[in-house]
């Protein structure tokens, strides 16, 4: 499919990283548990955090990045890359809105010169706002506005000479809003994003988003992206129980949100992102009932460094895609008479990733096997599953809606291959 051919920023810094799936997590913390991270980076090897531009300059042309030298460390011990998130707003420039006027939008624009030019080097991915589309930016949503800011901070990171080697992405925009996408694309933004960082937060399953995400392409292609690069940049689903104040349509099961992230970070391998953030890494409160305390892939209680926090099946989820492709590159989807079901293969047919978007499918499917042989198989949460080979060149699966991963067994415990991602 022409639209999901896409090209490597040869530009990036990071090119020259080991190829890698960056599939990630929310945070919310500079300061993390004894043990957490650790614990995170079994499942994920990236995050996304604000860079809260009121808590680092307190004093106008005056930053503290220490609480984020400090995260920087733990990260950096645990090989975990970053998203930091350039927000909200300062009381010290326009009474603590979002940064509008011709002052405060200078003063934003140097505190992203000086963040960026402080973790220079560190393949952090700098992110222009959050959800500026949304309740996030003050006092209500101004795509002009927005727009202007972000060309202001794009323009002064080109003038300091980071852009060429920084990259920064933006708007975090709440869903993939279309009208807002063009005013903000009419404003000059894609001049300096080298790529496009959405939200594709829905109450459907994960692979609605792939003819989303070509709209979006087609738009960037006509203010002159073509290819675009897309980020999901934040995206989850919360397993409130009972009323689930304040309300939502539909509510889903743990296990049903184990089964949407996997499915959500190889969807998105599928449709050529850059990046994966599933929100969120803990459970923001205890209260079951709520909907905002319950996107975690982990239950809110900290216990200890060595029992940090009890997992949800999508933490399982997010361990076992990471263990089994998280250092893989895509290649190919394979053709299967099922439009539901994907057949993914990665490291030129050593290894596939197979599942179903149809609820509680199993169905029966046979296709040419990328390698003759046989594969072990590992299911969605990390079980080992029977082996299964090919036969006459063919290979015959029973696909479920939760992902299962195949290695060939010949798989070389070593394969250094090009990097896809960056």
């Known amino acids: 499919v022409p639209m999901r051919c896409f090209f490597l920023l040869a530009s990036l810094a990071a090119a020259a990283v080991a190829a890698q799936n960056m599939w990630g997590t929310n945070i919310h913390f500079t300061a993390p548990h004894a043990g957490e991270v650790p614990y995170l980076a079994d499942a994920f090897n990236l995050i996304r955090m604000d860079f809260t531009w009121g808590s680092i300059e307190k004093q106008k042309g005056q930053y503290d990045f220490s609480a984020y030298d400090n995260l920087m460390s733990y990260l950096g011990q645990a090989s975990v890359r970053a998203i930091l998130i350039l927000d909200y707003s300062n009381p ?3 009474h603590g809105l979002s ?3 011709p002052e405060a939008v200078q003063a934003f ?6 963040g960026v030019t402080h973790f220079k080097g560190k393949n952090i991915i700098w992110e222009c706002y959050n959800e500026p589309n949304g309740g996030f930016w003050k006092p209500y949503p101004n795509a002009t506005a927005y727009a202007i800011m972000a060309t202001a901070m794009g323009a002064a990171l080109e003038k300091a000479g980071l852009l060429q080697t920084e ?3 933006g708007p975090g925009s709440s869903g993939i809003p279309m009208d807002y996408m063009e005013k903000i694309f009419q404003g000059g933004v894609l001049k300096y994003f080298k790529a496009i960082s959405v939200h594709p937060y829905r109450g459907s399953n994960p692979e609605t988003a792939l003819t989303d995400y070509d709209n979006l392409r087609t738009l960037a ?3 002159g992206m073509d290819n675009a690069s897309l980020i999901s940049s934040e995206w989850g689903y919360s397993t409130c129980i009972g009323s689930c104040a304040p309300g939502v349509a539909s509510r889903i099961t743990e296990l ?6 996997s499915r959500m970070f190889l969807t998105n391998t599928y449709a ?3 990046a994966s953030i599933f929100y969120d890494w803990h459970d923001d409160g205890p209260d079951p009932t709520m909907r905002e305390q319950n996107f975690g892939v982990t239950h809110n209680k900290f216990y200890n460094s060595t029992y940090v926090y009890d997992p949800k099946p ?3 989820a997010a361990k076992a895609v990471k263990s089994a492709l998280g250092t893989s590159v895509y290649n190919s989807r394979v053709t299967v008479t099922d439009p539901n079901v994907f057949v993914l293969t990665f490291d030129h047919g050593a290894k596939v990733a197979a599942w179903s978007a149809a609820v509680n499918a199993s169905v029966s499917v046979s296709f040419a096997s990328p390698m003759t042989g046989c594969y072990s198989r590992t299911a969605m949460l990390g079980d080992a599953m029977s082996q299964v080979c090919s036969s006459g060149g063919t290979l015959t699966l029973t696909v479920t809606d939760e992902p299962q991963y195949l290695t060939h067994t010949s798989r070389r415990q070593h394969v250094h291959l090009p990097p896809k991602h960056v």
């Open 167 to 169: 990259m920064f992405v």
């Open 99 to 101: 940064p509008a006027t």
């Open 92 to 94: 010290l420039y326009d």
């Open 272 to 274: 050529g992102m850059l």
């Open 221 to 223: 292609k006509k203010y």
């Open 256 to 261: 049903q949100q184990a089964k949407y992230l």
């Open 314 to 316: 999508a933490y399982l």
């Open 109 to 114: 624009a140097n505190f992203a010169v000086a």
